[in-house]
T-cell receptor
Framework: QKEVEQNSGPLSVPEGAIASLNCTYS??????FFWYRQYSGKSPELIMS????GDKEDGRFTAQLNKASQYVSLLIRDSQPSDSATYLC????????????FGKGITLSVRP | DAGVIQSPRHEVTEMGQEVTLRCKPI?????LFWYRQTMMRGLELLIY????????DSGMPEDRFSAKMPNASFSTLKIQPSEPRDSAVYFC????????????FGNGTRLTVT
């Protein structure tokens, strides 16, 4: 099993819908989780971080963490065409010297 | 703030040639990361420096790859000799401290080895 997996995708949703992006990780001891967004041809940028079980909301974005099930998800409410991008899940694994391991990403397309 | 600056933006070279990629991190950031991105493998960490000292180089593919950080404002990633399978986008990123603080990525260097 890969350390950080993002298996679903690409994902296409209509404008105004909720987009749900999922990520699983293999290391049960991981404590820090992040979502980065990467527009085509651009570099990744941090949009959310989450460290505790439950939900964390920031505007239209909600990150959800379930450490028992070892998954972290990102919900985007009222999706806009400008949200069309690749979303990368990233985890600091146990004993990893604070280095960040990324999943391969999920490409989201929001249809007008 | 100029952000993380990488050069060159594009590099096309022939197999066997030496390639040097350059990075200037954001001033005041203590951690610097070199990542490689391909469609097949995604974003892979090659090496990570803290306060100019290499902390983890377990992602460096083989001896053909080397990285240096002679001071807080400059780092290089060198590939010698280059091979076609090294073709990828190479990103440099910096953060205040480690991966738990936001990584600021440069625009990347697109390397093509023919």
């Amino acid at each position: 099993q890969k350390e950080v997996e993002q298996n679903s995708g690409p994902l296409s949703v209509p404008e105004g819908a909720i987009a749900s992006l999922n990520c699983t990780y293999s290391d049960r001891g991981s404590q820090s989780f992040f979502w980065y967004r990467q527009y085509s041809g651009k570099s990744p940028e941090l949009i959310m971080s989450i460290y505790s079980n439950g939900d964390k909301e920031d505007g239209r974005f909600t990150a959800q963490l379930n450490k028992a099930s070892q998954y972290v998800s990102l919900l985007i409410r009222d999706s806009q065409p400008s949200d069309s991008a690749t979303y990368l899940c990233a985890v600091i694994l146990t004993g990893a010297n604070s280095k960040l391991t990324f999943g391969k990403g999920i490409t989201l397309s929001v249809r007008p | 703030d100029a952000g993380v600056i990488q050069s060159p933006r594009h590099e096309v070279t022939e197999m066997g040639q030496e390639v040097t990629l350059r990075c200037k991190p954001i001033s005041g950031h203590n951690s610097l990361f070199w990542y490689r991105q391909t469609m097949m493998r995604g974003l892979e960490l090659l090496i990570y420096f803290n306060n100019n000292v290499p902390i983890d180089d377990s992602g460096m593919p083989e001896d053909r790859f080397s990285a240096k950080m002679p001071n807080a404002s400059f780092s290089t990633l060198k590939i010698q000799p280059s091979e076609p399978r090294d073709s990828a986008v190479y990103f440099c990123a910096s953060s205040i401290m480690g991966g738990s603080s936001p990584l600021h990525f440069g625009n990347g260097t697109r390397l093509t080895v023919t």
